[in-house]
């Protein structure tokens, strides 16, 4: 369970260093107005600051539990997260193999096991939307648009 | 699952084409990506595209061949994804003399050293322009009318070719000019319509259609001597018309972009002999003389020791200009 | 009356039958690549290309153009049945038709999106016919200053419409610009905010984000709240298609607001992407059923779309009289020009009368094919929507991966949608409002680069942005319409009235 101060606490914690991230690195590129001419940091300086301001008013408005939403207690219970997580996790590791496996096995086995083991399908219509899906990207992509999906370290070991 | 892949893999190996037997000479074994450093529409990719569709048509080799934009980064995407590929032999880079400038100018994660030359296969020259009305009617009336007064000169991207020339000429002339750099030269050839910049140092192609249309008209051109003739532009003049830069008294007398083909680094000496024997092969072809004809670049083919000479002098001299404006980076 | 005569002669050019042929491959493949995010026209544009080398330069162009009308109507249906926009002009289109869809009305949505965006289309092309070379003057008379007021009157339009705290939506709004602005600066020529990711150099792309932030964000939304779609029922419903179309008169005020917005944004630099996110905007403010925008509302559907295609026919202006790309697929098709050996610019109108004035009455023709075919397809992409979520979810995941890596090619961009995903999520969770967002990281840059080039024009002096009447006036009106809500507060607050507040509002 995820209680909704703690999650406005990480977004505004998350933007904030985003800010932090964005301040440190256009000081890099200088900033000033000048007859010359605006600074290329001068802008992302400027955007870094709203964003670490505003961060921190949303850091104390969620801490103290105040806002818009003040009334929800809970932002995500255990059975939410439970199915969040069902889907986010696979989908990352589908995403983490490419580079590996490439994109048609990849995408073929994360269809495979999303469908297939938790029993919602039958094994059988698993495998063949499994079997279909890189088919198609197959065709649509590296045949009629020609965009070389990634093969993966495997294809080249194997010598595509 | 192993069936899936298995049939995948079959289908795949099937669909690809099969494996030919090695010979001594080296020839591609899949299908060859040529990256352009250009987005769409670009002269970059457009030349990508031509020698894409030149290869199909003649059949220069067996392999598909796939043309990929990566023009983010005025470019340096390209060329960062080419170092990454290092020793790749089936990524083939078409971009600019930026691949040694940009590195010069600005903190980009490659240079022109992270990858093997190939080939320049065009020269893109570049012309003084101002707008159809404006009252001078050569460089020496232009440049006496920039010293009395700060003019706006207008360029495709910063610290880059467009930026240099006009350094150069405000060195040379002993004159000011405000730069403002532009997404493309195009954008710049309308500001130019528009009256919002006083002058623009377009390729021929950039500026055609507004020359032909009266909204601009060239004032010399940055070349040794008159560019070849062609068809007329407008009714009574065509590029030869158009004075070279020397004649009328602006002493810069050459500069050009060329386009340029590179390989990523670390591929054997068979690979690169491979592609610079393909470029040849285009541009033996009728159609590239057409392609060079209706974009008014100059054919040129430089390869080997003397692509290299010319990185090395052309770096000097850009060298020498970012160092006095203060452009280099540490 | 002249141009009337050219336009007939027009039509004999355009009705023929290969031309009518290559005009409905050219709309098919163009559904298809607007249909895939991650593709779009530009895409499908530079691939067809090479084939069109051995054409006529008329029947090339018929059958790019045609390929982009195709795009552009179906950009907008992964939108309304997916919540993924597949092009930066379709977003707003999702703020009202996946709600819509959602709902069990796929169909309608579709319809009325597609009806609208004809009408659009429409009042575009008879703009290019008869106004032509009034338009070319006009776009003209845009300069750096200008440019940049026409982008900050987009922001203005749009700022401050949507029910979220505005701290928030400060900070999404600032978030955008950041990450507009990663990449290489065309002013400075300098390198900005990679943080030592080198590959970051060319930026973030917006479909990369647009994919996470709201078709991964709103697959995890639905997962949580173990949504599923009310069942659409099975029978292919044609009465619901021509209800749709038959609804749209009774939206005749948003029409034609929305496609005079979409017009002039599609000639000045603004784009369909400024001209739809405005559009709504601006209906959203001044429609009797404000409201309730954002709930799956026809007339944000209608509002977004007419100036979508409005402002995508009339880029084409640009393009053949100044030889300025209003758009990408634009900047593709001028490429095409060059090769064929004609040269965009305002001669292309005095030498190649047949081919313009074809081309001009192949946008009639094609858009009329492209409507029919596109309708066609409803009651097809409207069974989508009838496939289990389980099946779906993992369908919509693979194709926001393979979306964002056809944009560049690039490993990167599928990490960095995955992660645009969480944020989208975490945002829409948090009621951050997301359109702010997306529209600075469209036209964020832009804005900034205008904005420069003018400071580099007037030596840093800010008076350059009230130099002349246009942009004055343009400035003025940009602070006009964001200062407007700002009064209705006031306004609201000394009536003492908090009927506002009890409203459910959608945080767009």
């Not at chain 1, 440190?24 to 964003?51: E, K, Y």
């Not at chain 2, 400038?101 to 893109?124: C, E, G, R």
């Not at chain 3, 009356?1 to 007939?8: A, C």
């Not at chain 3, 029978?235 to 948003?254: C, I, N, S």
Request: proline residues 5%; aromatic residues 10%; contains cysteine.
């Amino acid at each position: 369970m995820i209680s909704r101060r703690a999650l406005e606490i990480t977004a505004a914690a998350l933007t904030g260093i985003f800010g932090v991230a964005v301040i440190v690195s256009s000081i890099d590129n200088g900033i000033g107005w000048s007859s010359a001419g605006v600074d290329a940091g001068t802008f992302p300086f400027l955007t870094g600051v709203i964003i670490v301001l505003g961060s921190l008013y949303n850091l104390g408005q969620g801490a103290l539990g105040r806002g818009t939403l003040a009334i929800v207690r809970t932002a995500v219970t255990s059975s939410e997260l439970r199915r969040l997580a069902g889907l986010f996790v696979p989908a990352a590791i589908f995403v983490a193999v490419i580079p590996l496996v490439g994109m048609y096995l990849a995408s073929a086995g994360y269809v495979f096991a999303v469908l297939a083991f938790p029993r919602r399908q039958s094994v059988l219509r698993a495998l063949v939307i499994a079997a279909a899906t890189p088919l198609a990207l197959y065709v649509v992509f590296e045949r009629m648009f020609q965009v070389s999906l990634p093969h993966g370290a495997l294809a080249t070991a194997f010598g595509f | 699952m192993k069936i899936v892949s298995k049939l995948l893999l079959s289908t795949t190996l099937l669909l690809l084409g099969g494996a030919l037997p090695a010979t001594a000479a080296w020839k591609p074994q899949k299908p060859i990506e040529f990256v352009a450093t250009a987005g769409p529409g670009g002269g970059t990719d457009n030349l990508a595209r031509a020698v894409q569709s030149i290869i199909t048509k003649y059949k220069l080799t067996d392999q598909p061949v796939v043309v990929v934009n990566k023009g983010g980064g005025s470019g340096a995407e390209g060329y960062v994804y080419g170092k990454a590929s290092a020793g790749d032999p089936y990524k083939v880079i078409f971009g600019t003399s930026n691949a040694w400038q940009q590195p010069l100018v600005s903190k980009v994660a490659f240079n022109y050293t992270d990858l093997t030359p190939i080939a320049a296969m065009a020269q893109d020259e570049f012309l003084l322009w101002v707008k159809q009305d404006a009252p001078y009617k050569t460089a020496g009336d232009f440049l006496k009318a920039a010293a009395a007064s700060e003019f706006k000169m207008g360029g495709a991207q910063s610290k880059d070719t467009d930026e240099v020339l006009t350094r150069m000429i405000e060195k040379v002339a002993k004159v000011r000019f405000t730069y403002i750099p532009f997404k493309s030269g195009a954008e710049a050839a309308v500001q130019l319509a528009g009256g919002h910049i006083d002058a623009h140092v377009n390729n021929p192609s950039e500026s055609l259609g507004q020359w032909r249309g009266s909204t601009q008209r060239p004032l010399c051109a940055f070349s040794a001597k008159r560019l070849p003739q062609g068809p007329k532009v407008t009714t009574s003049e065509g590029w030869s018309d158009v004075p070279t830069c020397v004649e009328q008294g602006l002493a810069i007398s050459q500069y050009e972009q060329p386009r340029t083909v590179w390989l990523p680094g670390k591929v054997s000496p068979e690979q690169t002999a491979f592609y610079v024997d393909l470029m040849k092969q285009v541009q033996a072809t009728p159609e590239w003389k057409e392609y060079i004809e209706k974009t008014s670049q100059v054919d040129t083919f430089l390869t080997g020791k003397a692509f290299d000479d010319f990185i090395k002098q052309d770096l000097e001299h850009v060298k020498q200009v970012a160092g006095e404006q203060g452009w280099l980076v540490k | 009356m002249e141009n009337l005569q050219s336009l007939l002669h027009g039509f004999t050019i355009a009705i023929t039958v290969p031309h009518l042929t290559l005009m409905v491959v050219g709309v098919l493949l163009g559904i298809l690549v607007g249909v895939l995010p991650g593709l779009g026209a530009p895409n499908g544009v530079s691939l067809l290309l090479p084939l069109t080398f051995g054409m006529q330069p008329v029947s090339a162009i018929i059958l790019l153009s045609s390929m982009y009308w195709g795009a552009l109507f179906g950009g907008s249906v992964t939108s309304i049945l997916f919540n993924i926009p597949g092009e930066p002009s379709s977003v707003a289109t999702t703020f009202d038709g996946y709600p819509m869809a959602r709902d069990g009305r796929p169909t309608t949505a579709l319809a009325t999106a597609f009806g609208s965006a004809a009408f659009g289309a429409l009042v575009g092309v008879i703009l290019i016919t008869f106004l032509a070379s009034w338009v070319a003057q006009v776009a003209l008379a845009f300069g750096p200053p200008e440019y940049f007021a026409v982008y900050f009157l987009a922001f203005a339009s749009f700022i401050g419409m949507g029910g979220a705290a505005p701290i928030k939506t400060l900070v999404a709004l600032a978030i955008g610009f950041a990450i507009a602005a990663i990449g290489i600066d065309t002013v400075s020529g300098s390198v900005r905010l990679t943080m030592g990711i080198d590959e970051l150099v060319k930026g973030v792309s917006f479909v990369v984000a647009v994919m996470g932030l709201f078709g991964i964000g709103e697959l995890l939304i639905a997962v949580e709240e173990e949504f599923h779609a009310r069942a659409v029922s099975s029978r292919v419903d044609w009465k619901e298609v021509f209800r749709a179309l038959g609804r749209l008169p009774h939206h005749g005020v948003a029409l034609l607001r929305s496609a005079a917005i979409g017009c002039w944004m599609g000639i000045t630099p603004g784009g369909p992407t400024a001209a739809s996110f405005m559009s709504y905007g601006i209906a959203k403010r001044f429609s009797r059923n404000g409201s309730r925008f954002g709930t799956g509302e026809a007339e944000g559907i209608v509002a977004p779309e007419t100036a979508d295609h409005a402002a995508g026919t009339s880029a084409l202006l640009p393009m053949l009289s100044l030889g300025i790309p209003g758009s990408a697929t634009a900047a593709v098709m001028m490429g095409g020009l060059m090769i064929w050996g004609l040269n965009p610019g305002p001669m292309l109108f005095v030498d190649q009368k047949d081919f313009v004035w074809g081309l001009i009455a192949s946008m009639y023709v094609g858009n009329i094919v492209a409507v029919v075919l596109v309708l066609l397809t409803v009651p097809v992409f409207a069974a989508l929507m009838r496939i289990p979520f389980a099946v779906i979810a993992p369908l919509i995941v693979i194709i926001c991966v393979v979306g964002a890596y056809s944009v560049s090619n690039s490993y990167l961009d599928i990490v960095l949608m995955l992660g645009f995903g969480v944020f989208g999520y975490l945002f829409k969770k948090l009621h951050y409002p997301l359109a702010p967002l997306v529209l600075a990281i469209v036209i964020g840059d832009k804005a900034e680069d205008a904005f420069r080039q003018a400071m580099l024009m007037s030596k840093g002096s800010l008076g350059i942005f009230f130099a002349n009447r246009l942009v004055t006036t343009l400035v003025l009106a940009g602070i006009a319409l964001l200062l407007l809500p700002l009064a209705l507060q006031i306004v609201r607050l000394l009536r003492k009235t908090d009927e506002a507040a009890h409203e459910k509002v959608r945080i767009i």
